[in-house]
């Protein structure tokens, strides 16, 4: 079988930290898994490895059976198995002062030709796919905005619309919802949740809170020291056990119970296109 995310071996020590140790893990297509862990424990410097934004020291990284990197090289192919996974931050990373639909657009930059890329001449079936990922998102509304005219919630939605653009069959998130206020966080999860649901898009989601991990995910990997100390159903958090695993450190977890159930997110339907999208060159 090939795995979305297959993990074999990966190390990675900065001087004598050892921030991920001969880690493995498998992530089927279609599943979504949490990642969690105290500060330190690894969740960021495991997502960069995954996705080959950094390389490791040993081990191997397999996205839909493809190596990304092996033995502390990026593969030839690298670039192109890169476009099969959105990757989400928690700062948003979007180009602040460009409208929301040509950071959408950008989505699309890893298929078309460079001169076309970079006078912004995307076709339109490009602009509808962009369209067309806002709508999914629920921000069409706002797709001649600047991005930085956009609150956090609305930014990391754009985000979002900017990996289906690019037609990612796995998306990664490094802490998506850290910077978000309750609401916005859970219409993020929604959000990631129902592409799953719908579209198979394969997720893994690092989490400092506990509590989205266990509303959102049925199976949650937690790290302590760089390695995976939990794999398994995310209804075993519980604040004995996340004690048991992280100690003293368990409290920055956020423990269950702190947030709400989450709203189901009803994607929007479509109204006019904004003519931004709907314009083909
Ligand atoms: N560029 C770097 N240079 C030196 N040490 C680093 C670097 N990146 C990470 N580390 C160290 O590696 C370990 C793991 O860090 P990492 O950021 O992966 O943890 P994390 O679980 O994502 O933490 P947080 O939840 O605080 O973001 C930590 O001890 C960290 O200090």
Do not use: W
């Amino acid at each position: 079988m090939s795995y979305a995310l297959a993990i074999d071996g990966i190390s990675k020590s900065y001087g004598a930290v050892r921030a991920v140790s001969s880690l493995n893990l498998r992530i089927a297509p279609g599943e979504r898994v949490a990642l969690i862990g105290a500060s330190g424990s690894g969740k960021s410097t495991l997502i960069r490895l995954a996705s080959g934004l950094l390389t490791g020291d040993s081990g191997e990284v397999r996205v839909f059976g493809e190596a990304i990197q092996r033995s502390g090289k990026l593969t030839k192919d690298a670039r192109k198995i890169r476009r099969r996974i959105g990757l989400i931050f928690q700062k948003f990373n979007l180009v602040n002062r460009m409208s929301v639909t040509s950071n959408v657009l950008v989505g699309a930059l890893g298929r078309i030709s460079e001169l076309r890329g970079t006078f912004g001449f995307y076709c339109r079936a490009d602009r509808e796919a962009a369209y067309s990922a806002l709508c999914q998102v629920g921000i069409e509304q706002h797709a001649h905005k600047r991005a930085e005219a956009l609150s956090g919630g609305q930014q990391q939605r754009a985000a979002i619309a900017r990996a289906l653009v690019q037609r990612a069959k796995v998306i990664i998130a490094d802490e998506p919802i850290a910077s978000l206020d309750p609401k916005s966080a859970k219409r993020v999860m929604d959000i990631l949740a129902d592409l799953n649901k719908t579209q198979g898009i394969t997720l893994l989601v690092s989490l400092h809170q506990v509590d989205y991990a266990r509303a959102y995910f049925d199976r949650v990997v937690a790290m302590r020291g760089g390695e995976i100390v939990f794999d398994g159903p995310s209804s075993k958090l519980t604040p004995e056990f996340l004690t048991e695993l992280y100690g003293a450190s368990a409290e920055e977890l956020i423990l269950p119970g702190q947030a709400g159930p989450a709203e189901t997110h009803q994607p929007m339907t479509r109204n006019d296109a904004p003519a931004e999208l709907t314009r083909a060159h």
